[in-house]
């Protein structure tokens, strides 16, 4: 799968950092692992120093991202819940599929972001009901559409 250019990538750093887009760092690490060294030591602080490794595969790496995102979302762990979506928006970014960075922004964010989640899955064409059991099946699916979890009324804190 084809990512961005080195070039394209040390501008986004920047372009989040100016923009305060990304205040605690969560797409900046997506794309600093998508670096070459040289290209990351355009982006990294000296404080920073032993902290970069290039990751190779970004395809595998939004893979299982998805499966860790949607664990967050049947949890209802809000600010996980969030950051994932911020890397997943980044992982499509990086791998030039403008139409599913558009589609996620144009999606919803209740329910801990599952929409936008799914907007990630469905356009990829990737799983995103699989391998759960039918309650949390069930319950993303519900989530995706921008309900709660249970029909009865969620006791873990999701909400209209």
Same mark, same amino acid.
């Given at each position: !799968?084809?990512? $961005?250019?080195?070039?394209?990538?040390?501008?986004?750093?920047? @372009?989040? %950092?100016?923009? =305060?887009?990304?205040? *605690? &760092? *969560? %797409?900046?690490?997506?794309?600093?692992?998508?670096?070459?060294?040289?290209?990351?030591?355009?982006?990294?602080?000296?404080?920073?120093? /032993?902290?970069?490794?290039? $990751?190779?595969?970004?395809?595998?790496?939004?893979?299982?991202?998805? =499966?860790?995102?949607? &664990?967050?979302?049947?949890?209802? =762990?809000?600010?996980?819940?969030?950051?994932?979506? #911020?890397?997943? /928006?980044?992982?499509?970014?990086?791998?030039? =599929?403008? #139409?599913?960075?558009? @589609? !996620? #922004?144009?999606? $919803?964010?209740? !329910?801990? +972001?599952?929409?936008?989640?799914?907007?990630? @899955?469905? %356009? *990829?064409?990737?799983? *995103?009901?699989? &391998?759960?059991?039918? #309650?949390?099946?069930?319950?993303?699916?519900?989530?995706?559409? +921008?309900?709660?979890?249970?029909?009865? +009324?969620?006791? %873990? &804190?999701?909400?209209?």
């Amino acid at each position: !799968m084809t990512i $961005r250019s080195q070039e394209d990538i040390v501008t986004r750093v920047w @372009a989040l %950092r100016a923009n =305060r887009w990304d205040i *605690f &760092g *969560f %797409r900046e690490e997506v794309l600093v692992e998508a670096l070459d060294l040289d290209h990351a030591r355009q982006v990294l602080t000296p404080r920073h120093p /032993g902290e970069w490794t290039q $990751r190779v595969d970004h395809e595998s790496y939004a893979r299982n991202y998805l =499966r860790f995102a949607i &664990g967050k979302i049947i949890d209802h =762990r809000g600010n996980s819940a969030s950051r994932s979506v #911020d890397k997943l /928006g980044e992982l499509a970014w990086l791998l030039v =599929r403008d #139409d599913i960075v558009a @589609a !996620m #922004d144009h999606a $919803r964010y209740p !329910m801990y +972001g599952a929409p936008k989640v799914k907007a990630f @899955a469905d %356009r *990829f064409d990737w799983p *995103f009901l699989d &391998g759960l059991d039918s #309650d949390d099946e069930r319950a993303l699916a519900r989530m995706a559409d +921008g309900q709660q979890c249970d029909p009865q +009324g969620c006791e %873990r &804190g999701c909400a209209d």
